[in-house]
């Protein structure tokens, strides 16, 4: 078992689960998504990218790739959410909603195919 | 004279052949259009009208092809129907003249060569892919483009009979291979071939005429003096003259031939080994022909059989002669010569009941398939070996059961296979030739430890950046590489994988069998033999620099900047107190 790994696997496992908890739910409900759970996704997704800083394998290179895909989608849809709710009150309406829930799903997709590639590298390459 | 090149042949043919018709078309058109334009129209409010030269050329175009549209734009006069009769006549008449000719033209054979010829060059000269020219498509050569066709090799045909061009035609080739009739030795065709193509590898002259390959070789030597050339050669006299030639091989088919015989009588692994490397049928590697050693009948000494004794002799057999014509002068006191066809009477007078084998090696199939009769009939334990001169007698040569049969054009198209595609597999196998018959069967044991019941797949790996960049990158940090340690499996570490490197080509230096503890450099060439999905995990290691550290340190080192940081503070240990 190899320390770095786990603590690279945990992070971007963490990421997609997050991903996949916040866009989970009616696509115009504000109350089904919570702003909460899209910031700590944007944390965990930049620790995941900042871990594979320095890998110079192809994979570590297509995992970077697709960490930076994720964390500019999350991060544009953190920005929506910031610009349609500037009292910070009941959140946005149902138009910016959907346009915030399809950002993120398609920061989804990106997460997906990172956790494709880490899993396929690891059954592959090693024992 | 200024040079002539295919387009300009063909564009002469076209001119000359259409001249006649083309001025017919144009007089017949000018005098028609003329006396349309000049005969008198209808009378319109009491003025003649007549036709513009314009619309007298619309009426003839239309008149002359039999399109007939009727009486446009206006209806016509007495005098210009009757002028109409006349250029209807004359002008389908002309057409008729020119498109025969045209038809004619298409059938001519000097034009039909000359577009072949245009169409192969501009097909060769666009073919960026490395490809190499064969000139002589017979047994050996369409072999030959079989074996490169496998292996995904392009190649250029050339030859003078029109009918085996024809044939190359219906070959389901897995690449394409332009082919040309046409006489090899003539530069123009070697140009149009692509002797000077950049991506040109080799010229092989292969065809049935000694004289015909030396002046191909040479006229290809003049052209493009960096070309490989490869020449199949019979003759003493050629063979010396292109053998002092650099970049130029000669493959003597007689000498291949008379090689493999004597191997498979002394030499049965290596026999053996070579013959599973090349992928002949029903070989299995371990399990060599067991031909006896002894006294053996060599029935046809031509310049086949007079090589097959030379070998025989080299390898210290004992050989009696059968042939009608040889002379006694040629061979060394003491051997036995039958002046007589092999048959019946003259196998018996060589003593064929106590011969250990017989080798049929005239250069008539018949008469070497009646003397395999024969030999069954008066010694059934001789073991038997036969020379196949025609493919298309394969049926035959399968049903007679030989012990072995060598196809002379087969194994000629072997060994150039083996010099194009994999030249270190020929070096080894001659490399062994030459050393003590344990080392051949300790390769064999190794191979069959690595492989099992695996068909063999040969592939080198050049250390260059584009196929290895992890090993240069390795390299160029200091750190050492063994060979041995490339052919560990990442996945289960320490266990290697199903492969064996076979040689290692340095400085235009060979290593053969190189030993696991070698160190590589930079620029080295290693030849490889094991199963496909090694060759794929191999690959790997060489472009995974992660993956090459595992293999040759056995531990996993740390990727990103974090945990290289922190694997370097825990190396260091904690920081003794001041």
Known sequence: ?127 | MTPTSDLDRVTMIVLRYMRRPLFVLLFVYSVGILGMALMPGRIVDGETTRMTLFHAFYFFTYTATTTGFGELPNGFSEEQRLWTIFCLYTGVIAWFYAIGSLIHLVQNPHFIQAMDGFRFARKVKGNAEPFVILCGFGDAGSLLARGLSDHRMRAVILDADPERIKALGVRDYTVPMPGLHADASVPKHLLAAGVEHPACRALVALTNDDDVNVKIAVMARHLNPRLRVICRSTSARHEANLRALDNVTVVDPFEIFAQLVSWAIARPALHNLNAWFVGARGVELGVPVQAPRGNWILCGYGRMGSWIHRHLRAHGLEVRIIDPEVEADQIDEGTLIVRAHADHAALTSAAIEDAAGVIAATSGDGDNLSTLLSVTELNPRAFRIVRQNRHENQVAFDAARADLVLQHSLTTARRILKLLISPLVQSLIDWLADRDPAETRALVVRLKAALGEAPPHLWSVRLLPEEAPAVIDHLAAGKGLALGALCVDARAYPARLPCEALAVHRNGASTMLPASTLSLRAGDEVLFCGTPEAESMLRATLHNPYTLDFVVTGEEAPRGYLFAWLDARRRRGPRPRP
């Open chain 1, 1 to 127: 078992m190899n320390l770095e790994r786990v603590v690279f696997g945990f992070f971007i496992i963490l990421t997609l689960s997050l991903n996949a908890a916040f866009v989970a739910g009616g696509l115009e409900t504000v109350a089904h998504h919570n702003v909460w759970i899209l910031t700590v996704t944007i944390i965990v997704n930049l620790v995941a990218i900042g871990l594979k800083l320095g890998d110079r394998s192809q994979t570590g290179a297509l995992l970077l790739a697709a960490g930076l895909v994720a964390g500019l989608l999350l991060v544009t849809a953190r920005i929506v959410w910031i610009v349609a709710d500037p009292e910070g009150g009941g959140g946005p309406g149902p138009a910016e909603m959907a346009d915030i829930v399809s950002i993120a799903t398609g920061a989804l997709v990106a997460n997906v195919i990172a956790t494709v590639i880490l899993v396929g590298d690891t059954l592959l390459s090693r024992r």
